[in-house]
């Protein structure tokens, strides 16, 4: 099965990333991801025996660039929770034929870790920053924690060579959109590349309403009052973000309109969860289990004949159909963006 030709799905797209969740668990509690009255004290994480080991990831991983993926990505719940973690990106970083390793995290244990996952061959961070401002920070990430330790990460990742770092916020209206020219302006002179994506109704546990998206061309206009932006022409890329660099020259700023301009015709993510199950969509209600398959001893083809088998059989493109599928009768519930990875 070794090089063989990327496979594609029923509508013809190819699978190219692999996002892999290394933990369900997570020091905030964002309240468009795990309120915390629903992730409170009594809320059961995966225990330990079910997440897969770093050696059953790189396997998945390795099975993964025989089907055409050239890239991977992980996070979480917050993967830097996860103990020993440069020691796993070292392992990916040894696979040949994968040419980019990146990461998405809270940041806020990213300070003391950033030089050694850049050795152990991690290529890209991205950091999450819904706001600039500390209150609305602390405010966001639903446990009170301070913005300082995640604007340290920041700069360690950078100075790591970790850079241009990528930095994601989720607008939600009324409560961080009013702070969208300072996020700019703060990613504008630290030269990193600031991302605002729309929220989403992801999972079951957030009473997402679509009154509370801040639409990506909303976000544009008020950047471009301040600062005329132009599209970046990205080619034949598949990106799912839209990029635009500042007139001025102060760097790229890119929009992610998962809602108002979904991007399923071009998806070829699979997610892979921190216990070994295959989403082939964010909204897929259950997953393929594949740790049983790891489990059961399967080799490397075995486990690139599942996923392919997976993928080639695959037609989600849930946020094509969302305004009609959002009410359907026996709609079963979707799992939680800190269980998928985002
Ligand atoms: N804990 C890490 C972090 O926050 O970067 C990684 C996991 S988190 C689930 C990955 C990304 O999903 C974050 O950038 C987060 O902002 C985004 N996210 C979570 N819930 C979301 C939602 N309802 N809509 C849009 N993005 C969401
Ligand atoms: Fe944790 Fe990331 Fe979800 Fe926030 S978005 S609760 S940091 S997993
Ligand atoms: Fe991909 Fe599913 Fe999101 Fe569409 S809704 S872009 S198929 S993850």
């Known amino acids: 099965m070794r090089n063989m030709a990327p496979v594609k799905d029923l509508l013809g797209r190819r699978l190219r990333d692999l996002r892999v ?11 468009y991801c795990m309120p915390l009255a629903v992730f409170g004290p009594g809320f059961r994480f995966l225990p330990r025996p079910e997440l897969l080991t770093f050696e059953e990831i790189a396997e998945v991983a390795l099975a993964a660039t025989d089907l055409g993926v050239r890239k991977v990505r992980l996070t979480g719940g917050e993967p830097l929770l996860r103990r020993d973690l440069p020691v796993l990106v070292g392992m990916l970083a040894r696979i040949p034929g994968l040419e980019d390793l990146a990461l998405t995290t809270n940041g806020f244990l990213l ?9 152990a061959g991690l290529k890209r961070v991205t950091v999450s920053l819904d706001s600039i401002d500390p209150q609305v920070f602390r405010l966001m990430n639903g446990v009170g924690l301070p913005i300082e330790p995640v604007l ?10 970790l850079g241009p ?3 994601n ?19 504008r002179r630290g030269g990193h590349v600031l991302r605002l994506i729309e929220y989403m109704d992801v999972g079951e546990s957030h009473g997402w309403r679509m009154e509370e998206v801040v639409p990506s061309a909303e976000v544009l206009r008020v950047l471009s009052q301040r600062w005329p932006l132009e599209p970046v022409d990205q080619g034949p890329t598949q990106a799912v973000a839209r990029t635009y660099s500042y007139r001025d020259g102060g760097g790229e700023v890119g929009v992610i309109s998962s809602v108002t301009v979904p991007f399923c015709s071009t998806c070829g993510r699979l997610r892979l969860t921190a216990d ?7 909204f897929s209600a259950s997953g393929h289990d594949l740790k049983s398959v790891i489990r059961a001893g399967a080799t490397r083809e075995e486990l690139g004949r599942e996923m392919g088998g997976l993928w080639s059989r695959r037609v989600d493109r849930y946020s094509e159909l969302r305004s009609q599928r959002q009410d359907l009768p026996g709609r079963r519930p979707k799992p ?3 269980y998928l990875g985002g």
């Not at 340290?152 to 060579?161: Q, T």
């Open 111 to 119: 300070a003391r870790q950033a030089s050694e996952l850049a050795r």
């Open 21 to 31: 969740s290394v933990t369900d668990r997570c020091n905030f509690r964002c309240q």
């Open 152 to 161: 340290e990460g920041i700069d360690a990742a950078a100075r790591a060579g």
């Open 336 to 338: 939680e963006m800190s």
């Open 169 to 187: 916020a989720v607008v939600r209206r009324g409560l961080n959109d009013d702070g969208i020219l300072d996020l700019a302006d703060f990613a």
């Open 276 to 282: 070994g199950h295959l989403h082939t969509c964010l």
């Open 165 to 167: 770092v990528k930095l």
